[in-house]
T-cell receptor, first 113, second 115 residues
Framework: QKEVEQNSGPLSVPEGAIASLNCTYS??????FFWYRQYSGKSPELIMS????GDKEDGRFTAQLNKASQYVSLLIRDSQPSDSATYLC?????????????FGTGTQLKVEL | EAEVAQSPRYKITEKSQAVAFWCDPI?????LYWYRQILGQGPELLVQ????????DSQLPKDRFSAERLKGVDSTLKIQPAELGDSAMYLC?????????????FGPGTRLLVL
């Protein structure tokens, strides 16, 4: 079982719709969870972090964390063509050397006009 | 707004040649990371520094890769000799030592193509 799993997509949504991106994780994940956005050919850009069960909202973005079910999701409301990118979830995982930020493979989102 | 700086942005080299990448973290960030990202995959940690000390280099191919952060500020990642399979994006990130989550901030990356 992989430590972090994401559906690679592509996920296509019409402009103005809600995009829902999901990520599951293994038992060794620690308490810090992150979502990064990566445009093609660019580096990852932090969108949100979440540490506690429940929802965290920032503008059009909402992160949801459910530790019992071991998943974290990202909702994008009123999706825009500029949201078209790959979204990476990341978690700190406990290793012998300490905590290591481990990324999923990313979900490609396409917002269509 | 403070950013992580990296150079060069692009590098084309032939296999068996040596290449070097440079990173300057956000001012005050004691922790520096080097990642490699292959197309279609998430970034994978190569090496982590805390100040000038290596914290984790378990995934660094030490027969050909080396990294240093001599004064605990900027850092250099070297590959010698480069192989075709090294073609990837090399990302540098930094994070503050204190704080709840050690949020990592990435530089623009260096795209390496080995011919």
């Amino acid at each position: 079982q992989k430590e972090v799993e994401q559906n690679s997509g592509p996920l296509s949504v019409p402009e103005g719709a809600i995009a829902s991106l999901n990520c599951t994780y293994s038992d060794r994940v620690s308490q810090s969870f992150f979502w990064y956005r990566q445009y093609s050919g660019k580096s990852p850009e932090l969108i949100m972090s979440i540490y506690s069960n429940g929802d965290k909202e920032d503008g059009r973005f909402t992160a949801q964390l459910n530790k019992a079910s071991q998943y974290v999701s990202l909702l994008i409301r009123d999706s825009q063509p500029s949201d078209s990118a790959t979204y990476l979830c990341a978690f700190y995982i406990l290793t012998g050397g300490g905590n290591k930020l481990t990324f999923g493979t990313g979900t490609q989102l396409k917002v269509e006009l | 707004e403070a950013e992580v700086a990296q150079s060069p942005r692009y590098k084309i080299t032939e296999k068996s040649q040596a290449v070097a990448f440079w990173c300057d973290p956000i001012s005050g960030h004691a922790t520096l990371y080097w990642y490699r990202q292959i197309l279609g995959q998430g970034p994978e940690l190569l090496v982590q520094f805390q100040d000038e000390s290596v914290v984790d280099d378990s995934q660094l191919p030490k027969d050909r890769f080396s990294a240093e952060r001599l004064k605990g500020v900027d850092s250099t990642l070297k590959i010698q000799p480069a192989e075709l399979g090294d073609s990837a994006m090399y990302l540098c990130a930094s994070s503050p030592t204190s704080g709840r989550a050690k949020t990592q901030y990435f530089g623009p990356g260096t795209r390496l193509l080995v011919l």
